[in-house]
């Protein structure tokens, strides 16, 4: 048992807390799933939690019982529980023996402390306050007398996101005001702090507990990561032997395991059971729609994996951005983090097809593509908690696109009003965009139409600081647009003569991409009506077209993504053969106007 080794999560608690540097713990993360117990016996809850893969509450405990500490766990739903009824018997024989003032000769007074223990035991599933009290009184006697605490309390507090959640005390009622006064006082205690006791919160994130709690200096908060490949392998192999008979699988358990990246055991154990019960084969796309699901689980609406059905194949134009874009392909191909960007800045005008590009580039990039949505949340402390859930589901994934449009808005620039929460959240982004353990294996695409919206510090190197500007087809790549929008009409390009191409062209200089999907849907509904499309009637379609009124703002757009470009060969030929200072001039001009 001593021989074999501790989570890496564990052995960091007991380091700290050997070293006296910490005797309250808050464990965060992925906390409702299973873990590899390596041969720790844990009470089974399913059919195939065995011998190996328990529950955290009951790694811990067996843990800490293997070293002859005391563990009793608590929470607020149903009370304080024991591993076995020995443990409940020793408790209350050494309570009703000893109080504050030492050993209690006398039978009367032992019996009525028995009962009192009893008392508390029972209530401790409606009264969250004196239980605590009594917690802290037993953390008393066990320092002072020598009984079943000699070795030290260990008291495991579950749920502590529903202890004590966190609220500003304006907002608190009376008895969460007391209990955050009595867990303060009790954390802080000279005594405690040197004894042998502890106190390990488990809640799923970190913001979820209140923050004076968290940050009294002798509260140690650890993150319980989500399985790495190699346990997730392990377990993969363990479930086969588990579950009766070898379930079908359209991969190798390697690369099955690469795939679950970001998965619980348990979703593991789910899909699994259910590949088993329908006797089927576990591919790739069970993998996804269960990733989905967790994720849906985890953080709502906050977030969506996206699979991409478009490839590069159905870019038209944009020849030199998709020759930029494979380049980009086959650096990310290499796993080499020294040569990986950690983000992409998409500038462009208004309908030129900024997503659709970059969501086929995401589809031949191999890698789960996520969308990220509004993180705010309108109730106080779950903005921290989302990110707080979304940070740690990302950085386990790995191999993962992040796609955020009209990032703008996601990351708009601070200003002197942008509230404590806005401002916390922006520096939580940005500092996991810039971390160097994330490089190469996630990489955020920022969309956005107005790029002088976002924060200087986004834009910098380190974090979006290749930006990669979408521009309207000119030139070649214009002429493709007509003809791949003429052929999906039903109308040979081909047969067009050099002066109605010349006119074709003039008439169609204006259109955006977006426009030119608008044309083509009206030349399908002439050719529906009609029967066929000739020319005269394609120039009539165009010519009875009449733009929106949005020419100066979009100028506006492709000036303010010139500006933002840092590709030479990503800058159109209208706009090559200008300065910045000439760009720069030309955009102050119709912001005056605009």
């Not at 009370?79 to 076995?84: A, K, M, V, W, Y």
């Not at 066929?532 to 506006?556: C, H, K, S, W, Y």
Request: hydrophobic share 40%; net charge negative.
């Amino acid at each position: 048992m001593e021989d074999t080794p501790l989570a890496p999560w564990f052995h960091e608690m007991a380091e700290r807390f050997l070293s006296r540097q910490s005797n309250v713990f808050l464990l965060t993360g992925n906390v409702t799933d299973q873990i590899d117990g390596l041969g720790v016996t844990c009470d089974s809850k399913s059919r195939y939690d065995g011998q190996r893969f328990c529950y955290l509450d009951k790694y811990v405990a067996s843990r800490l019982e293997v070293r002859d500490r005391f563990v009793l766990t608590y929470n607020i739903a149903r009370g304080i529980s024991f591993s076995h009824n020995d443990r409940f018997n020793e408790l209350r024989k050494f309570y009703a023996q000893y109080d504050a003032a030492g050993y209690i000769e006398s039978e009367r007074d032992q019996k009525k402390r028995a009962q009192r223990f009893d008392r508390s035991i029972v209530e401790s599933q409606v009264y969250s306050f004196l239980t605590l009290r009594f917690l802290e009184e037993l953390c008393l006697l066990s320092r002072k007398y020598k009984g079943p605490l000699e070795k030290g309390l260990s008291i495991i507090v579950e749920h502590a996101e529903t202890l004590l959640p966190d609220s500003p005390l304006s907002n608190m009622g009376d008895v969460d005001r007391q209990k955050l006064t009595l867990l303060m006082e009790w954390f802080t205690e000279p005594d405690f702090i040197e004894s042998h006791d502890q106190v390990i919160l488990i809640a799923p994130t970190m913001a979820g507990v209140h923050g004076d709690l968290r940050r009294l200096p002798n509260v140690t908060s650890i993150n319980v990561p989500l399985p790495d490949s190699e346990r997730r392998r392990e377990y993969i192999h363990w479930m086969h032997k588990q579950t009766g008979r070898e379930v079908k699988l359209r991969r190798s358990q390697k690369e099955l395991s690469e795939l679950t990246a970001g998965m619980t055991l348990l979703t593991l154990r789910n899909l699994f059971l259910q590949a088993r019960h329908a006797d089927s084969t576990l591919d790739e796309k069970d993998i996804l729609e269960a990733l989905n699901r967790l994720l849906v689980s985890e953080l709502g609406d906050k977030i969506e994996m996206v699979k991409p059905r478009h490839t590069m194949n159905d870019v038209v134009g944009a020849s030199a951005l998709k020759g930029e874009l494979e380049r980009m392909r086959k650096l990310l191909e290499m796993r080499d983090p020294s040569i990986a960007p950690v983000g992409i800045l998409v500038a462009g005008p208004n309908g030129v097809g900024k997503t659709f590009i970059f969501e086929a580039w995401a589809a031949e990039c191999d890698r789960i593509v996520i969308v990220l949505k509004n993180l705010r949340s309108m109730y106080f402390g779950q903005t921290d908690e989302i990110f707080e859930k979304l940070r740690n589901v990302l950085e386990a994934l790995g191999n993962v696109i992040i796609f955020i449009d009209e990032a703008d808005t996601v990351f708009a620039r601070p200003g002197a009003n942008t509230h404590e929460t806005e401002a916390r959240l922006f520096g939580n982004l940005i500092r996991m965009m810039g971390d160097p353990k994330n490089r190469g294996r996630i990489v955020w695409l920022l969309i956005t139409a107005r790029p002088d919206n976002l924060a200087p510090d986004l834009k910098r190197s380190g974090r979006a600081g290749l930006h990669m500007p979408v521009f309207d087809p000119e030139g070649d790549d214009r002429r493709a647009y007509i003809d791949f929008i003429l052929s999906r009409a039903g109308f040979d390009p081909s047969k067009l003569s050099n002066e109605e191409r010349k006119d074709l062209e003039e008439q169609t200089i204006q259109l955006s991409p977006a426009e030119f999907n608008e044309l083509l849907v009206e030349l399908r509904a002439e050719k529906a009506l009609q029967g066929e499309l000739q020319f005269d009637t394609i120039m009539n379609v165009i010519g009875n077209m009449l733009p929106g009124q949005i020419a100066g703002q979009r100028r506006i757009q492709t000036l303010q993504a010139y500006l933002e470009c840092s590709r030479r060969s990503l800058i159109p030929p209208s706009l090559s053969s200008k300065t910045r200072e000439e760009v720069q001039h030309e955009l102050e001009e119709l912001q005056r106007r605009f």
